[in-house]
């Protein structure tokens, strides 16, 4: 493993991705109902110590406004005005929370806005290890989050997604990194969650063909990529540094850690279900016939949550590359896919998975 896979999530700073992740917004909907029950059901801690609701993967923030805020209002009914929750937004250490914070500040949604005994705070630290102290979360939401690996196992020969590829060896190994990660990933919450606490995930998955989706996004950027390559603006060996480290999970996969009786980790499964997300870009293109925008705003879906991944291998050598050539590399990467798109708008598969997670 070279060093340009060892921190491979990163998503466009100075707000872009809250800016850029309108097709996450809308995929976690149908999510919302299941934290809305969790919120319902949850064990609360006795007396009045404050209530801890954790928002792991948070990025920027504009995406957890809603379900946070969903779950906020429903505890309040339970619990009243005055008691102190507590909101700790997590994701790595490279996230922009600058943008975080002044998106709780300032956006209208924020339930720093609506609640005067709301207080918001972060950690700066992988999802995969513990991150809070043991038995002091009442409340956990995830969202298109854990879907990006904690490392990618090395290059994809022959794509920049590995649901992609045809080299089974490095679909294996990513595929034993998801399944590790995942399990890691629960084994934490099921030490921080309090006893009867509860957790939702919404993550990026697999369909019942083992479909991971987004096709022609993913032809797209590869065909961009490829012309970068052979018109000589980037290096084959730059390319070759490019991977997207995401990996659906079909419903298979969410439940393999769990026993016979859904027990994992001292968690149990509550609900778990693998759907597909609609296509709100689709539809729009389907009803105004603009083709240009179809590809736009799918790209500025790419870009705010992908690109700045795929833009590490520029530096994954001695000759990296300078801020402003990773720049105009982001502009020629979004303009070429969208216009690939736009040459011929498809429908995209959005295969999405939820699960309800309770701790026994």
Known sequence: MT?????????????????????????LCPAVPMLERAAREVAL??????????DYGSSQGRNSLVPIGAAI??????????????????DRPEN???????????????????????????????????????????????SWAVQWLSKAPGPIPDQVQVAYSKDEATRAAYYRQSAEDWQNFLLAR??????????????????????????????????????????????????????????GRSRADLLAPFDAEGRFGGLRVEEAEVFIGE?????????????????????????GSVFPTIAKGLHSGENARTVEFTAEFMDR????????????????????????????
């Open 3 to 27: 060093e340009s896979f060892a921190t491979p999530a990163v998503m466009e700073g100075h707000g872009g991705y809250n800016v850029r992740s309108k097709v996450q917004a809308a995929g």
């Open 45 to 54: 801690p006795a007396g009045s110590q404050p209530i801890v609701i954790a």
């Open 73 to 90: 209002e429903i505890l309040r009914g339970r619990i009243g005005p005055v008691r102190a929750i507590s909101i700790v937004h997590n």
């Open 96 to 142: 922009d929370f600058t943008a975080l914070f002044q998106t709780l500040l300032s956006d209208p949604n924020s339930y720093l806005r609506r609640d005067s005994a709301a207080y918001a705070s972060a950690i700066g630290r992988s999802f995969y290890e513990q991150i809070l102290p043991s038995e002091s979360v009442t409340l956990g939401w995830s």
């Open 190 to 247: 099921g030490r921080e969650l309090c006893p009867g606490g509860r957790l939702v995930v919404l993550t990026m998955a697999l369909d019942e063909n083992r479909d991971f989706g987004y096709w022609p996004l993913l032809k797209a950027m590869y065909g961009a990529l490829i012309e970068m390559v052979d018109s000589g603006f980037i290096r084959e060996d730059e390319f070759r540094h490019m991977a997207i480290p995401t990996v």
């Open 279 to 303: 296509d709100h870009i689709w539809a729009d293109f389907e009803q105004h016939r603009d083709a240009g925008a179809f590809g736009a705003q799918w790209t500025a879906f790419a870009r």
């Open 333 to 360: 990467l979004e303009a070429d896919t969208a216009a690939r798109l736009a040459e011929r708008p498809e429908r995209m598969l959005i295969p999405l998975g939820k699960v309800l997670l309770a701790k026994n």
